[in-house]
């Protein structure tokens, strides 16, 4: 029964807590329900940011509270075994957040109002090593220029030359990540924006996407022997990479002053590399 099962975890991972809060509870669908509350708030205790589930609410800060704050609803025994169906998936698919960006094009760029700092990297390193590969580059161009509005014209005609700017694919991207990591435009650390927009950070919470979880066929993590505070930490490192992302994104995709602002320091990082990009047309 997936509520023993959740009391055992807890038993094995929480000893001092299961002593003091769970031994003593009897089996019951709601407090089943209650000790997956406590489980989940444990890890996030630990610093884990996980998904949001429907029935199952967390308290971080006070975990024994989770044990009795229970929706009105699930105090009745059928809502709390039917609450446990999503009990036993929680603990069968448990992962942690993961940051990483989606490959999927509309997702992207709908709207036309976000990630085109993402479209002017992909862009530029569509002959490299990191070419993301997820779509015919002009396919992509094309998608992003049919999403903006007519008041945002401006990055159109940018992004329309960014073809003829193109990096030759000779170009040594790692070298490069770590020249634009001594590049901070307005406190943001280009380097970091870099390989979060092309999944090369070397961490697979900000590498990997929900999506890419789902087509890897995700299991769920070992409860009995994952180290929970490794993964806090790895996920505030990816959490980092993704803000120096998002906020040089939200600037990027905003101002097309900025746009050609960071577009020139890449231009230049790439040219002391010994590899000039062609020659805008």
Same mark, same amino acid.
């Given at each position: ?12 991972? @929480? ?8 031994? *003593?509870?009897? %089996? ?11 489980? @989940? ?70 709207? *036309? ?12 390193? =569509?002959?490299?090593?990191? %070419? ?13 220029? %049919? ?7 401006? @990055?159109a005609e940018r992004i329309v030359r960014l073809r003829d700017q ?35 950070? *070397?961490?697979? @919470? ?10 890897? *066929?995700?299991?769920?993590? =070992? ?23 998002? =906020? ?34």
């Amino acid at each position: 029964m997936i509520g023993l099962r959740a009391a055992d975890i807890l038993r094995q991972r @929480f000893a001092d807590f299961y002593a003091a809060h769970v031994a *003593g509870l009897k %089996s019951h669908p709601s407090h089943f329900v209650g000790i997956t509350q406590a489980l @989940f708030s444990l890890v996030e205790a630990c610093g884990v940011e996980l998904p949001d589930f429907l029935d199952i609410r967390t308290e971080p800060h006070n975990p024994a509270a989770a044990l009795i704050a229970l929706p009105t609803h699930l105090k009745r025994d059928e809502d709390a075994l039917a609450a446990l169906d999503e009990c036993r998936w929680a603990l069968e698919a448990f992962h942690p957040i993961v940051y990483g960006l989606t490959h999927e094009i509309e997702p992207l760029f709908d709207g *036309g109002r976000q990630n085109l700092l993402l479209l002017l990297l992909w862009v530029l390193a =569509d002959q490299t090593t990191w %070419s993301p590969g997820a779509a015919d580059i002009q396919d992509v161009i094309d998608y992003a220029l %049919s999403e903006l509005s007519a008041e945002r014209q401006a @990055f159109a005609e940018r992004i329309v030359r960014l073809r003829d700017q193109r990096w030759p694919g000779d170009l040594p991207m790692d070298e490069l990540a770590r020249q634009l990591d001594q590049v901070i435009y307005r406190e943001l650390n280009l380097g970091k924006a870099l390989r979060y927009a092309f999944a090369a950070t *070397g961490l697979q @919470f900000a590498d990997l996407s929900l999506e890419e979880l789902d087509e890897m *066929g995700w299991t769920g993590m =070992d409860w009995y022997s994952v180290d929970f505070a490794t993964i806090a930490a790895e996920q505030t490192e990816a959490r980092d990479f993704l803000q120096h992302y998002y =906020d040089l994104d939200n600037l990027v995709s905003a101002q097309p002053e900025v746009f050609d602002e960071v577009l020139a320091l890449l231009t230049e990082v790439v040219a002391r590399l010994g590899a000039e990009p062609p020659a805008s047309a």
